[in-house]
């Protein structure tokens, strides 16, 4: 099932059609947050961002399940379907319609608390470091504009936003482990492993140590820029999707999902700390989660 699903969803390309879905699962976001504003005493600070990030999320599995209904109508009809996702899985008949609602369910369903989160950092992060959020702003008026409503072909024109998840996903990444059963006899660096054997790799260990990220404590999503950039880091260093064919199956839905929003955000407001806003420390409990509630300011940009 899960070669079916990677031919048409593990590729950026092949998830852009998302784009306008996603855009208006947004503009919902920030209707959302002019409401939770006024209702602050300043008329600015959202509280526990990642409740109103994990509705973000949240949304994006509704849409699709209706999404699934409808074309599953118009097929039973005998009208003509677009050739996206969902009905490529259709016609494929590689699975049956059970096998297609629930992995699709669960794929959408995994990526709510994983994207909530993220997002929450990310503002979190903004939030305190105002120099990084006005360098990624002022590449987002340069190549994009103040209001132009971006697609995933407008991602590659900001590279800094990419390189802000990167680095928001280096420090705080959500899934701080992961586990892999060998298939056959391995040895590395002279130590032999043999078949059947489960490992664990430590993504958190690997994204923090200084040997891969110099200043590794430091939040620096330049580090990211692949172009004159000649510190630029080892990719392997961070893997929070793991890699290969077992890579995170809707990692291109979860980027799309968090670019796209990053940008608007940024578009709209100023993303500042609050009186309410504390230092934050991140709690293992299965994910990586915020400990505390995250508290921030949305200040409308002039």
Request: glycine share 6%; net charge positive.
């Amino acid at each position: 099932m899960r070669s079916v699903l990677r031919q048409r969803i593990l590729k950026p390309k092949d998830v852009a059609i998302f784009s306008g879905e996603v855009n208006q699962v947004i503009a919902d976001l920030i209707k959302r947050i002019y409401i939770l504003r006024s209702q602050a005493e300043d008329g600015e600070t959202v509280t526990n961002v990642n409740d109103l990030f994990f509705r973000y999320s949240m949304e994006g599995q509704i849409r699709v399940d209706n999404k699934l209904r409808d074309i599953q109508n118009q097929m039973d009809r005998g009208q003509r379907v677009r050739g996206e996702l969902l009905t490529y899985l259709f016609l494929s008949q590689a699975l049956t319609l059970e096998e297609i609602y629930a992995n699709v369910t669960e794929m959408l369903l995994a990526g709510v608390d994983t994207t909530s989160f993220t997002l929450s950092w990310a503002v979190y992060l903004l939030a305190r470091h105002p120099e990084v959020q006005q360098t990624v702003y002022q590449e987002i008026v340069k190549n994009l504009g103040e209001r132009h409503v971006p697609t995933a072909a407008d991602v590659p024109k900001v590279p800094l936003v990419r390189a802000l998840l990167k680095e928001t996903l280096r420090l705080f990444l959500v899934l701080p482990g992961n586990g892999r059963v060998t298939q056959e006899d391995l040895v590395i660096g002279g130590y032999l492993i043999p078949k059947g054997t489960q490992l664990a790799l430590c993504h958190y260990a690997t994204a923090h140590a200084e040997e891969n990220f110099p200043a590794a404590a430091e939040f620096r999503p330049e580090r990211w820029l692949r172009r004159g950039n000649p510190g630029r880091v080892d990719n392997f260093g961070s893997i929070p999707f793991g890699h290969g064919v077992r890579s995170c199956i809707g990692r291109r839905i979860a980027e799309l999902e968090i670019h796209l929003v990053v940008i608007q955000l940024l578009q709209h407001f100023e993303i500042k700390t609050s009186s309410q806003t504390k230092a934050v420390h991140a709690k293992t409990h299965g994910l990586l989660t915020p400990g505390e509630p995250i508290h921030v300011r949305f200040v409308n940009r002039k």
